[in-house]
């Protein structure tokens, strides 16, 4: 009898020590992994137009563009402020407004529009990425290579502009000869 109630004794014991050494071990784990194996800076492009009522806005104009150089390899235990994070998300360099630098996960089409303060009623655009129309673009996820077309207002001829839509070939040329940072 004794002996059975010390069985069930290790089998409630195990029953929590296992989970508390399996989390133990995730917590560490996620301490460690930074340091051990540290995540690869984001870095890619995509290319972008806007048509507004029948013709393509251009983006660059200084205003548009991210004066800050690309961060590929920040300082340790540096801290970007929120404007910094916003604006690394998706941003426009040396004056060329169709191709948007990205060095953030997750960057959205709507970071870009933010970022260059370019005001957009989403629910009235017309987008179309690499080709086929979206609905909600601005919750998209820009991918490296991207090419989103964007129609606002009226009378837009939507396949003559389709056919402008930046190409790979554009965004990797760009990429190799962007003054402040390249293709990582």
Request: aromatic share 12%; no cysteine.
């Given at each position: 009898?004794?002996?059975?109630?010390?069985?069930?004794?290790?089998?409630?014991?195990?029953?929590?020590?296992?989970?508390?050494?399996?989390?133990?071990?995730?917590?560490?784990?996620?301490?460690?992994?930074?340091?051990?194996?540290?995540?690869?800076?984001?870095?890619?492009?995509?290319?972008?137009?806007?048509?507004?009522?029948?013709?393509?806005?251009?983006?660059?104009?200084?205003k548009y563009m991210s004066i800050k150089p690309c961060v590929l390899d920040k300082a340790k235990n540096h801290e970007d402020s929120e404007e910094d994070t916003q604006r690394e998300k998706a941003h426009l360099h040396d004056s060329i407004g169709d191709v948007v630098h990205v060095e953030a996960r997750g960057a959205k089409w709507k970071d870009l529009f933010t970022n260059i303060t370019y005001d957009l009623n989403y629910a009235e655009v017309e987008a179309y990425i690499n080709g086929k129309k979206v609905t909600n673009f601005q919750d998209s996820t820009i991918w490296p290579y991207d090419s989103l077309v964007a129609f606002v207002g009226n009378g837009n001829n939507v396949n003559n502009f389709l056919s402008r839509a930046v190409t790979k070939k554009h965004i990797q040329e760009v990429a190799s000869k962007s003054e402040d940072c390249g293709e990582s």
């Open positions: 009898m004794v002996a059975m109630n010390n069985t069930k004794l290790m089998r409630r014991l195990l029953y929590i020590a296992v989970p508390i050494f399996l989390i133990s071990l995730a917590w560490f784990v996620s301490l460690v992994k930074d340091k051990i194996l540290p995540e690869k800076p984001v870095h890619y492009h995509a290319g972008f137009i806007v048509i507004k009522d029948n013709q393509q806005v251009s983006f660059s104009d200084q």
